[in-house]
């Protein structure tokens, strides 16, 4: 059997993309490996978010190319950076051995391309620029079998000024609820316990006459059978009261919820185009607290955005210091080409980004452990994802929080929820006992 690999950059949309993928390429008659000598087919799925993305996409090829050398293997590369002028001027200009080239709104013509490739030795470009349609029926192979990620709505029409994403996706448009809710029931019926619905902006999901994300969250958690759900990204601007209530109203829906603050200073905010300012987005975590009182955040956080003075950086401290992340994804500020920041003249020196990088992951570091103790002596519900790497007694799960819980236990429990009492804190996981043994 022909083998193939597939190596994914980027968000979980991406990581989604790359089982649409899957699903096709083993149409084909592919089987994944992860030895990579051993590949017929590599394709990249790649992601322009940020520069270092970029960099490593094209450390990669180049040693993929030495393999295409020897053994044929056919190469292929997708996803959000093809979409981006420039990239693909250079793709097409100096990696004219990559057999095929495409982008986010060809990834339904995979199979097809691949099947021309193979058969008629063919090297396909295929990219295109449109605002983007909405695909049903792709075949896909998903990596878990307890967890499942189901994207609800496509793109984005936010252009945060920093961000190249509303470029290289397209405009939002979103599933049809009932596409929706008939994957998510089949996930259930295949015993998935767990899914995360996924879209750039989850909370702008539009499913015609008057149908909301709050109505899709109420209608999922009547599928039986699955027992968590959680959601990635939601904007702070669209997260009205109606989303607030369906989380309230609805115990399978995850209490940690992620709240994109990117900056705590209102200047910068607006600079952003975000929205919303930093008195906002605090009064909407406050009524979230008031509403439901287990609830927790996690965030993403840019600094170093052109102009931010250190009155704006402190402004992001207190509102981290404020707000007792759970989790929080930080990011250096990165010129992307072709969006508004990038134009911007008061670009902020490297150094100066470094060490506002290193201020706030300490103000985060220090917190973990603090932040932790609260889990100490509670019964956790928890997904148990498998085996722990050190030791074959120990398994590993996540709780609600998405905690890495590790506990004594057995190979029986793998893909279950069950409860585990938590005994310890080690910063960046926490120890427990499976109750009721
Ligand atoms: N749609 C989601 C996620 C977008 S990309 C949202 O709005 O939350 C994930 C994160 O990457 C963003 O939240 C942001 O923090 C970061 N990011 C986006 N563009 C960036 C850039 N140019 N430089 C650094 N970080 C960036
Ligand atoms: Fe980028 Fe903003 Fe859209 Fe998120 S909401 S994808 S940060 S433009
Ligand atoms: Fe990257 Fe594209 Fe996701 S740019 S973050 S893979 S939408």
């Known amino acids: 059997m022909?083998?193939?690999?597939?190596?994914?950059?980027?968000?979980?949309?991406?990581?989604?993309?790359?089982?649409?993928?899957?699903?096709?390429?083993?149409?084909?008659?592919?089987?994944?490996?992860?030895?990579?000598?051993?590949?017929?087919?590599?394709?990249?799925?790649?992601?322009?978010?940020?520069e270092n993305a970029e960099e490593r996409l094209f450390g990669k090829i180049g040693e993929i190319k030495k393999l295409k050398e020897e053994r044929g293997t056919i190469i292929a590369i997708g996803?959000?950076?093809?979409?981006?002028?420039?990239?693909l001027e250079k793709i097409k200009k100096s990696y004219k051995y990559i057999d095929l080239v495409f982008g986010t709104h060809t990834l339904n013509k995979f199979e097809e391309d691949l099947k021309k490739i193979i058969e008629?030795?063919?090297?396909?470009?295929?990219?295109?620029?449109?605002?983007?349609?909405?695909?049903?029926?792709?075949?896909?192979?998903?990596?878990?079998?307890?967890?499942?990620?189901?994207?609800?709505?496509?793109?984005?029409?936010?252009?945060?000024?920093?961000?190249?994403?509303?470029?290289?996706?397209?405009?939002?448009?979103?599933?049809?609820?009932e596409d929706i809710l008939k994957e998510v029931e089949s996930l259930a019926k295949e015993g998935y316990k767990e899914i995360t619905l996924?879209?750039?902006?989850?909370?702008?999901?539009?499913?015609?006459?008057?149908y909301k994300f709050s109505n899709l969250l109420y209608d999922v958690c009547k599928i039986e059978g699955i027992e968590r759900i959680r959601f990635i990204s939601p904007h702070p601007k669209d997260f009205t009261d109606d989303v607030i209530k369906a989380i309230k109203d609805n115990k399978k829906?995850?209490?940690?919820?992620?709240?994109?603050?990117?900056?705590?200073?209102?200047?910068?905010?607006?600079?952003?185009?975000?929205?919303?300012?930093?008195?906002?987005?605090?009064?909407?975590?406050?009524?979230?607290?008031?509403?439901?009182?287990?609830?927790?955040?996690?965030?993403?956080?840019?600094?170093?955005?052109?102009?931010?003075?250190?009155?704006?950086?402190?402004?992001?401290?207190?509102?981290?210091?404020?707000?007792?992340?759970?989790?929080?994804?930080?990011?250096?500020?990165?010129?992307?080409?072709?969006?508004?920041?990038?134009?911007?003249e008061n670009q902020i020196p490297e150094e100066i980004k470094h060490k506002r990088f290193e201020r706030l992951k300490k103000l985060y570091d220090d917190n973990v452990s603090k932040n932790n103790e609260k889990f100490i002596g509670k019964v956790e519900k928890i997904l148990v994802d498998g085996e722990s790497k050190n030791n074959e007694n120990m398994f590993t799960g996540r709780n609600d929080a998405n905690k890495v819980i590790i506990f004594e236990g057995s190979k029986d429990l793998i893909g279950k929820m069950i409860n585990v009492k938590i005994t310890e804190e080690h910063k960046w996981y926490l120890k427990g006992e499976v109750e009721g043994k």
């Open 2 to 50: 022909k083998k193939y690999m597939i190596m994914t950059f980027g968000c979980q949309l991406n990581e989604n993309d790359s089982e649409k993928i899957a699903g096709m390429v083993e149409n084909l008659g592919y089987e994944k490996t992860d030895d990579l000598s051993k590949c017929d087919l590599v394709v990249f799925n790649t992601c322009c978010v940020r």
């Open 198 to 210: 996924l879209g750039q902006n989850v909370n702008s999901y539009d499913g015609g006459d008057g």
């Open 79 to 87: 996803g959000c950076m093809m979409q981006e002028e420039h990239i």
């Open 120 to 177: 008629e030795k063919k090297k396909i470009r295929d990219v295109i620029d449109i605002d983007g349609e909405v695909i049903e029926g792709l075949p896909i192979k998903r990596n878990d079998k307890s967890k499942a990620s189901v994207s609800i709505m496509y793109g984005c029409n936010n252009f945060c000024s920093y961000c190249i994403v509303p470029y290289v996706r397209g405009r939002e448009r979103s599933r049809k609820k």
């Open 253 to 344: 829906i995850s209490r940690i919820v992620h709240l994109p603050l990117q900056s705590g200073s209102t200047k910068v905010l607006k600079e952003m185009n975000r929205k919303y300012t930093k008195e906002q987005y605090l009064a909407l975590a406050e009524k979230m607290r008031k509403e439901i009182p287990d609830i927790l955040f996690s965030t993403d956080i840019i600094v170093g955005f052109p102009g931010e003075t250190e009155e704006d950086f402190e402004n992001t401290l207190d509102v981290v210091r404020k707000m007792n992340y759970e989790q929080i994804f930080m990011f250096i500020y990165s010129r992307r080409v072709g969006t508004v920041a990038d134009k911007m």
